[in-house]
């Protein structure tokens, strides 16, 4: 990149610097981690295109074009599978609050690592069942409480059972009814979209929730191997975007909005919770201070361990 | 076919029981219709309503009432709704009841809905008990128990869910429990054949009692290899669908996706066929005997004997004979 002569003196360089920061993403890769909610049963695994047993988290390493993503992917074992299934989304809310957590302790700490490991919650995919006519109460239940922790996005997994009609009915009652229960998924609108961000926001807004058709099996149609799955009147390719949704949810998440994900995370869903917790620490010290003087029992921890906090320094209330 | 017995003076011959008898096609009864009451239980989404509409071939169960998305979410109670259809196979007259229960297995919190289907089914029992006790009995006592009780396990692919074995384990001693498969075009063939082995042994692991048409008559071989077949299709694979179209001049029963048709009357797309002629055709004596000679029999005297552990031993007799073949 060359200046014009005359402007040498003036020329800093600094436009290059989108280029470097581009160069440093790109060097580090992204790490992106999502969650799987839905009953056992509703396809969520085959969706990962990885065979596991495991409950732990499962990481895949991604690259494409020199694009380096670690994908890391929870699943949620028995959530909803049971005849009572009130406080099922606890054990999830839980975990997604507890990866805040951890990271709010690893930032806070004086030592701190240069780059904190992430293990925060970029995304949940939620599954909505494909025989229902739309929400179901549980499904209500656990995405209002979910939205507030974490970026949602819906799927119908093992969408194979659905005609295009019915498809395309079912799509419109989820969108009419998470409207009508305020519930808010990624993406969201914001003043500062450029058009082009609009317009495509727009589209994904469309397809959700996407309809997708899982697969862990590689098969031969008319001498090409393709993912998907053979029934006896035709073979269903997940690839292709007349029988399923799955590219398109795959370019959402892992190109046009992997850096919004991290992003929208990191500054609206973490910092919501770091408020919250921070001004919790603040409350319980004065707590303690007021009945150390008093001699009374000491009150509940919020998350962060009171160790870390210590080194905070006191501030004015 | 229990008869009076010098013992007991107390026991009667049922008086419905001429109506169960397999050759009633000459039957007075018979011209009037044969009554048939099956039950439909399952979650919403796994193809009841279809499934009835497509057995009857006519719109009995018309789109679900709720249309708009304030209540759509709403968790509404499970109900027991009574559809009757008249309907002709072979010649014979059957007067088909339909008592399907919308709103089960809906809410966050389902564990009710066993209790009400239990004490529905007992009811019936109850009713049957108490009017064959009466001096003077009605001859034309509408007999409500139900002789099969379809239920739509969802098609996941991996095994029984608690719901589908609590359901089947406290309800196999009141009726006959066919298992079925909704929606069971989402599975591969492969898929279903490991699913239905699965459910299989759920099945047996749990002690649950289905019907596993068992042989009444071991002399009649093909009786004995029909029951036979239709124990290893269990359970049964059913796709509903009410859209027909004509192909070479034939109606036909489709479902039309973008990589293929599912016709849900091919045997190779779907057991509905082979159900519907178990249903209507076949068994429909086998069910009925057996839920008068059998189940209700058993009902009756534990309620008479007031002995709750002399139904322990009778379901189990029940569960063993079941599983035996």
Request: aromatic content about 6%.
């Amino acid at each position: 990149m060359s200046a014009p002569a005359n402007d040498v003196q003036d020329y800093v360089g600094f436009d290059t610097i989108t280029q470097q920061m581009e160069r440093k993403f790109l060097k580090r890769g992204f790490n992106l981690n999502v969650i799987l909610v839905g009953e056992s049963g509703m396809g969520k695994s085959t969706l990962v295109i990885r065979k596991t047993t495991e409950i732990a988290p499962v990481t895949q390493m991604l690259e494409e074009n020199g694009v380096r993503v670690k994908l890391t992917i929870v699943d949620t074992p028995g959530f909803g599978d049971q005849c009572n299934n009130e406080g099922c989304w606890v054990p999830v809310i839980k975990y997604i609050k507890d990866q805040h957590a951890a990271y709010l302790e690893r930032e806070l700490k004086p030592n701190r690592e240069r780059i904190i490991v992430d293990t925060r919650v970029h995304a949940c995919l939620y599954f909505l069942n494909p025989g229902s006519r739309g929400l179901r109460p549980l499904d209500v239940e656990v995405l209002k409480r979910l939205t507030e922790v974490t970026n949602v996005i819906p799927v119908i997994a093992k969408s194979d059972s659905m005609t295009i009609e019915e498809r395309t009915a079912f799509k419109r009652h989820i969108k009419e009814e998470l409207a009508f229960h305020r519930i808010m998924l990624f993406p969201y609108a914001s003043d500062d979209d450029a058009d082009d961000d609009r317009v495509l926001n727009a589209s994904i807004r469309e397809l959700i929730p996407f309809a997708v058709v899982g697969s862990e099996e590689v098969i031969e149609v008319e001498g090409k191997l393709i993912r998907g799955r053979r029934h006896g009147w035709g073979v269903i390719n997940i690839f292709d975007e007349t029988h399923s949704d799955f590219v398109h949810l795959r370019n959402f998440m892992l190109r046009t909005h992997l850096s919004d994900l991290i992003e929208v995370t990191s500054q609206r869903h973490y910092e919501q919770f770091r408020t919250s917790q921070l001004r919790q620490i603040k409350e319980l010290r004065a707590q303690q201070a007021a009945a150390a003087a008093s001699g009374g029992a000491p009150p509940a921890q919020p998350q962060v361990p009171l160790s870390v906090m210590q080194h905070q320094p006191m501030t004015q209330v | 076919m229990k008869e009076g017995s010098g013992e007991d003076q107390n026991v009667a011959p049922s008086m419905y029981s001429h109506v169960s008898r397999p050759s009633s096609h000459r039957n007075k009864n018979a011209r009037k219709g044969l009554p048939f009451n099956v039950m439909l239980v399952g979650e919403s989404g796994l193809g009841r309503k279809t499934f009835l509409n497509t057995l009857c071939e006519s719109a009995v169960i018309t789109g679900s009432e709720v249309t708009n998305a304030e209540q759509a979410h709403i968790a509404e109670p499970m109900q027991f709704k009574n559809y009757t259809v008249e309907m002709d196979e072979d010649g014979m007259k059957i007067i088909l009841n339909i008592i399907d229960t919308p709103g089960f297995g809906d809410g966050i919190d389902n564990e009710q809905c066993f209790m009400q289907i239990q004490e529905y089914l007992e009811l019936q029992f109850d009713n049957v008990l108490a009017e064959e006790n009466r001096i003077k009995r009605n001859t034309k006592f509408n007999d409500s128990r139900i002789h099969a009780l379809l239920y739509f396990i969802s098609p996941t692919g991996h095994s029984l869910r608690e719901i589908d074995i609590e359901l089947m384990k406290r309800l196999g001693s009141r009726a006959n429990i066919i298992p079925v498969i909704g929606r069971s075009d989402s599975l591969t063939p492969r898929e279903l054949v490991l699913f239905k082995q699965r459910i299989m042994s759920d099945i047996v692991t749990h002690s649950i009692s289905v019907f596993n048409f068992p042989d009444l008559d071991d002399e009649d071989e093909d009786a004995v290899e029909e029951n036979s077949e239709l124990r290893a299709m269990l359970p049964f694979a059913v796709v509903g669908c009410e859209e027909v179209i004509n192909e070479d001049g034939r109606p036909v029963r489709v479902r039309n996706y973008p990589w293929g048709v599912v016709q849900v009357d091919n045997d190779e797309h779907s057991d509905f066929d082979r159900l519907r002629y178990v249903l209507l055709n076949s068994h429909i004596s086998d069910l009925r005997d057996r839920t008068q000679n059998e189940l209700y029999e058993m009902y009756r005297t534990e309620k008479l004997s007031g002995n709750t552990s002399v139904l322990a031993n009778n379901t189990s007799q029940a569960v063993i004979s079941a599983i035996g073949a």
